[in-house]
């Protein structure tokens, strides 16, 4: 379980690195066009885009441990991959935020590992929808759920995100599927010589 209170914690001192959230997704992107990519590789980027010159201790070792969960998840069988996400007890508004932070990331990491020129040629409709769907959760409006949140049946709305966050979660795993089909474990292994993948 990913603790996002800790991370968070770390990460506010650098306001250019929007949120842990954010970090994560744009770490998920690169991992889905790059399955090697190095940590060091990955801390670099997020320096570099932010311009950030000297960070603290505390903040590398919350960078190392969400790498070494963020990998772990991605590229086991798929169903240990930990969201960094607001708890529960979080309001609906934060973390309908961080859920769109961290789309708006994934999707600038995979930018920026060069994978959204490469998915125009080469992926099939479904795939190309999938990061249309996590662009538009990207763009989540959360001062109208603030609004509706005083109006409308709060449960439902707990629902809706709860569905959402599982969207996304399905989401990241096809999408690493689709672009790392050597890397990512089979649920369920089967001979070569049985089965043929189209």
Same mark, same amino acid.
């Given at each position: 379980?990913?603790? +996002?209170? !800790?991370?968070?914690?770390? =990460? ?9 959230? +954010? $970090? ?16 060091? =590789?990955?801390?670099? !980027? ?14 590398? *070792?919350? #960078?190392? /441990? ?7 998840? @991605?590229?086991?069988?798929? +169903?240990? #991959?930990? #969201? ?9 508004? &934060? !973390? ?9 990331? @994934? *999707? ?21 929808? @999938?990061?249309?769907? #996590? ?15 005083? /109006? ?9 995100? &709860?569905?959402?966050?599982? +969207?996304?979660? =399905?989401?990241? $795993? ?25």
């Amino acid at each position: 379980m990913m603790d +996002f209170q !800790r991370l968070n914690e770390a =990460v506010t001192p650098y306001p250019e690195l929007e949120s842990p959230s +954010f $970090l994560q997704g744009m770490l998920i992107g690169l991992l889905c066009v790059d399955s090697d990519i190095q940590e060091s =590789v990955w801390i670099r !980027r997020i320096l570099e885009e932010a311009q950030v010159k000297s960070v603290k201790e505390s903040f590398l *070792i919350a #960078l190392h /441990e969400m790498f070494l969960e963020t990998n772990k998840g @991605l590229n086991g069988s798929g +169903f240990e #991959l930990a #969201l960094c996400l607001p708890d529960d007890g979080d309001s609906l508004v &934060m !973390r309908a935020a961080m859920l769109g932070q961290l789309c708006e990331g @994934l *999707i600038y990491g995979v930018g920026l590992g060069g994978g959204l020129n490469e998915m125009e040629k080469t992926l099939n409709e479904s795939v190309r929808e @999938l990061i249309n769907d #996590l662009s538009e959760i990207a763009r989540i409006d959360v001062s109208a759920l603030g609004e509706l949140e005083k /109006e409308a049946d709060v449960e439902q709305i707990e629902q809706d995100l &709860m569905e959402l966050s599982e +969207f996304v979660k =399905v989401g990241i $795993l096809t999408l690493n599927e689709e672009l790392n089909p050597v890397d990512a474990a089979p649920i369920m292994s089967v001979p070569d010589s049985e089965y043929q993948l189209h």
